[in-house]
Each structure stands twice: as C-alpha cells, then as structure tokens.
Antibody, heavy 118, light 108 residues
Framework: EVQLVESGGGLVRPGGSLTLSCVAS????????LSWVRQAPGKGLEWVGR??????????DYGAPVEGRFTISRDDAKTTVYLQMSSLQTEDTGVYYC?????????WGQGTLVTVSS | EIVLTQSPGTLSLSPGERATLSCRAS??????LAWFQQKPGQPPRLLIS???TRAPGIPDRFSGSGSGTDFTLTISRLEPEDFAVYYC??????????FGQGTKVEIK
C-alpha cells in the first residue's frame, strides 16, 4: 500500500522559512517523480512544483508564485522528498500535499498545514 | 499558462441522477487531462487520466471524454458517496500544471 506522510507544517511569520518533509513507502521511491500541490483554505488546488527521478536528471520545476523562494529535493535512501520554503508570504498559507507523479498525481498524502501570519 | 474553466460552479442533483461536468482549456491540451474528486478534509483522489482512463479502483459509472479544449466528466448514476468537489487538471503545458477552479456536486 502506498503511503505518503507529510510533516513540518506550522505557524510562521511573514518572511520566515519552513521545511516540509514527506516520507514515502509502498513503492519503488527512486523510480518515481514527486510533486507538491497546495490548497489555500476554502480554495482550489495549486501546483507548487516537482522533482524528477535521478535517472531523468533529478531536475526541478516550480510554479511562478513560488519560483526562487521554494526548493524541492529528494533523498532516495530515506525515501523522503522535501520542500524548503523561504520568504514566506501570507498567500502561501494552506495545506501542502505531497504526491506521486510529475504530470498527474496518483497518490496523495493527507497534507500538512502551513499558516503564514504575524 | 493554460487556464482551465470548469462549469457549472455548483451542480445540484439527486442520487441516481446523471452528472455532467465540463472543463474548458484556454488552448489545446490534446488528451493530457485528468479529473480528481475531493471530499471535505480529505486529499484529492485521482479518478481519470489521459482524458478517459479510469484510475485503479474507480467505478465504471465515472467516465471522461473530450479532446483539445473541451472535456467532460460524466457520472452515470450518482451514489451518495459521489457528492464532492471535482477538479480537472491539465499537464500538456507541464510545466506548469494547472487545475480548474472546481465544480461542487451537491445533494438537491
């Protein structure tokens, strides 16, 4: 059974930083692209970014609202994907989901809530 | 960036009725379109990819169709557990991936 478990969310001041983690199990982690998708309270889904598998270069892509502020990385030995967030803004508030896939998303974690507020 | 527009915003139907949800893209996405279902407090669930391919375990009352810029998700006979919000998503322009704003299917 595929499991994705996010952690690291919480309350952070505007301008602050936070790193989210997603531990995966139940599939061959190093063979999979991974993505982050977020959802502001009461709103729709927004793509954050993705990382390819190492055999595809381990490349990253980001949505325009987070480009230059967020960084996605992966540790295949730990079956973990990370989302480093800096220069956080109130508009970054929401639930952050870790997902499998680089184009469409077959498996999702339960999400972790990030609240950016003073 | 490819913009997806879903209609209607809300669909009020009774169990057993047919639901037809629309998703229109601002430019052609070929068949690179997926549909998700989301219930309150839960993550989205993949229903359909590549316009019409059902994900494992998805009942055959869910079907997808379309190509280019116009797409439809049809639920042939609504079950009580189908009342939820549905999102379309395109990955032709990936990156970036974009989602529609969602259609809520509510009980009439």
């Amino acid at each position: 059974e595929v499991q994705l478990v996010e952690s690291g969310g919480g309350l952070v001041r505007p301008g602050g930083s936070l790193t989210l983690s997603c531990v995966a199990s139940g599939f061959t982690f190093n063979n999979v692209w991974l993505s982050w998708v977020r959802q502001a309270p009461g709103k729709g889904l927004e793509w954050v970014g993705r990382i390819s598998r190492k055999t595809d270069g381990g490349t990253t892509d980001y949505g325009a609202p987070v480009e230059g502020r967020f960084t996605i990385s992966r540790d295949d030995a730990k079956t973990t994907v990370y989302l480093q967030m800096s220069s956080l803004q109130t508009e970054d508030t929401g639930v952050y989901y870790c997902t499998t896939g680089g184009h469409y998303y077959g498996d999702w974690g339960q999400g972790t809530l990030v609240t950016v507020s003073s | 960036e490819i913009v997806l527009t879903q209609s209607p915003g809300t669909l009020s139907l009774s169990p057993g009725e047919r639901a037809t949800l629309s998703c229109r893209a601002s430019q052609s996405v070929s068949n690179y379109l997926a549909w998700f279902q989301q219930k309150p407090g839960q993550p989205p669930r993949l229903l359909i990819s590549d316009t019409s391919t059902r994900a494992p375990g998805i009942p055959d009352r869910f079907s997808g169709s379309g190509s280019g810029t116009d797409f439809t998700l049809t639920i042939s006979r609504l079950e009580p557990e189908d009342f939820a919000v549905y999102y379309c998503q395109q990955y032709a322009g990936s990156p970036p991936v974009t989602f529609g704003q969602g259609t809520k299917v509510e009980i009439k």
